[in-house]
């Protein structure tokens, strides 16, 4: 278990930040950046499972996701959990948060732009809660999932895409 407080990072053909011990917590302070340019690449990238991200700065990827949640040379990043304050601003040419593994906890009341999914999860028993602004071709994909929104969806085709037998999806328009 770690604590990773960031200064700004700007990467070019790499992860901008790997988070790869499990039960870390990385914490993106206001002011700060982590950008990063290279295919399929992320601004932060977690490998471990149940870490926490604080984001109130600013992650880009300019070609790939901006957060992301895989599976590593260890176990599959599950029950991580993602926080978006209301200064956090997350960019990115693919999706804004791309997870898998199941029971990720997401809370969104900053900004996310992406150029496909604001919010992607796999696999299942995830909570969304979207207070912020997403704007991307597709709000929110998750599967099986508990997902409620309380905030802005600009989408060109779902705001809420939701599948499964056992996905909740609430919407209020603010």
Not at 93 to 121: E, K, P, W, Y
Request: hydrophobic content about 35%; charged content about 10%.
């Amino acid at each position: 278990m770690f604590v990773h407080l960031l200064d700004s990072i700007f990467a070019t053909d790499t992860d901008g930040f790997v988070a790869d011990s499990p039960e870390s917590t990385v914490i993106v302070r206001e002011g700060v950046s982590v950008i990063t340019e290279g295919t399929n690449r992320s601004a932060i990238l977690s490998t471990a499972p149940d870490n926490t991200i604080l984001m109130d700065g600013y992650a880009v990827s300019n070609q790939g996701n901006a957060l992301r949640f895989v599976g590593g040379s260890g176990p599959t990043a599950e029950g991580s959990s993602v926080t978006i304050g209301l200064s956090g601003q997350v960019v990115a040419r693919q999706n804004g948060l791309d997870g898998s593994g199941v029971a990720h906890v997401i809370s969104n009341q900053g900004s996310i732009t992406a150029g496909l999914v604001g919010i992607s999860l796999t696999d299942q028993g995830h909570t969304v809660s979207n207070a912020g602004t997403i704007t991307a071709r597709d709000g929110i994909m998750s599967t099986n999932s508990n997902v409620v929104n309380e905030g802005t969806m600009v989408s060109e085709f779902h705001s809420i895409f939701a599948g499964g037998d056992t996905t909740t999806a609430t919407s209020t328009v603010p």
